[in-house]
């Protein structure tokens, strides 16, 4: 694809309803696949260097998973550079 000298350009991550802290069927093994996948989109967005990340749909499940995910997720976000 060739991108006009004047147009503007910028490059983003979709990603949808991760759930994150959530124990899907009854696994609680499946907690710490999520927050896997969520370090995993901001070490792809580093990687490719993109401008900014949507996250649509559920980041989190329901307020009972917040404090102990919402943790990790804050220092996840503390530590991603862009």
Do not use: C, W
Request: aromatic share 14%; net charge negative; hydrophobic share 40%.
């Amino acid at each position: 694809m060739q991108v006009s000298q004047h147009s503007p350009a910028f490059s983003f991550i979709h990603a949808s309803d991760i759930h994150l802290g959530t124990g899907q069927f009854y696994n609680s093994k499946l907690a710490g696949g999520y927050l896997q996948a969520f370090r995993q989109i901001l070490q792809r967005a580093e990687l490719e260097q993109v401008d900014f990340i949507i996250f649509g749909g559920d980041i989190f499940t329901s307020r009972d998973n917040l404090p102990g995910s919402f943790e990790k997720v804050l220092e996840m976000l503390q530590n991603f550079h862009s």
